[in-house]
């Protein structure tokens, strides 16, 4: 599966950043909600190990979920929830993060592209679980780049992130209890690698264009779309960028301008 093969690169590309840091570096604070290094690996830990377990032991996955979904139900964040399953720090979760990131990309590279796998909302594909890692650990990563002050040098293994961003446009809107538009906007974006990826009607009058790694952050919500150089026209348009929201769970609003990003 070549999105299993994606979301290896994916995590080997924020392994490059993370591997040469010390302890006391992974203590760091990022801009993503206060989070340290060491809360975005054990999050990002966390949802691999999920993610493999609802392929490859599904019970197992139900009876790890269920705690997990009754402590947010609950009120506990994120990563008091995640502390409580995997309390290391420092290097060693940095080696058990590793070796988690490998295990689910072995167990999804086998996997039938169309298989069912359970998730805390409704079911999914193999292929949407793996793509779903990959974008949040790269949307994670770029707060681990932003911190370390490095620009990070693009794939085109980006396009399944910008596919998702372009597939989750109605969701954008449903989030917020809003309607969805009727009309789609027309996408236009220039890849890492130079190809032209263009998704809808070239005749809609809602439009935007640009990088495809700037779409990707803003659909991520890694940036707000005045911090990046895409075009938009058409209300429509300009309503999607500035509440984009490619991943699950309530409303969330993108961070101010400014407030994202490289250090």
Known sequence: MK????????????DALIGPLTEAEL??????????FEAILRHLHFW????????TAPDEFQQALKPAVDSM????????IELEHFSETGLPLVALW???YQSVATAYQQADVSQRVAWVGPSMSARSAITARQMETWAHGQAIADELSVQREEADRIHNIVILGVNTFGWSFTVRGEA????????????PSGERWEFGSPDSDQRISGQAHEFAQVVTQTRNIQDT?????GAIAEDWMHHAQCFAGVASEPPAPGARRIK
Do not use: C, H, I
């Not at 999105?3 to 924020?14: C, G, I, K």
């Not at 203590?27 to 340290?36: D, E, I, L």
């Not at 691999?48 to 392929?55: G, H, I, K, S, Y």
């Not at 150089?229 to 026209?233: D, F, M, S, T």
């Open 27 to 36: 203590t760091q604070v990022t801009g993503f909600k206060s989070w340290t």
């Open 180 to 191: 969805v538009p009727e009309a789609q906007p027309f996408v236009s974006l220039l890849s």
């Open 3 to 14: 999105q299993a093969d994606d979301f290896l690169l994916e995590s080997q590309a924020l």
């Open 98 to 100: 590793r070796s988690g």
């Open 229 to 233: 150089q895409l075009e938009y026209e």
């Open 73 to 80: 139900m609950a009120g506990s964040t994120l990563p008091e």
């Open 48 to 55: 691999n190990r999920m993610a493999d377990l609802a392929l």
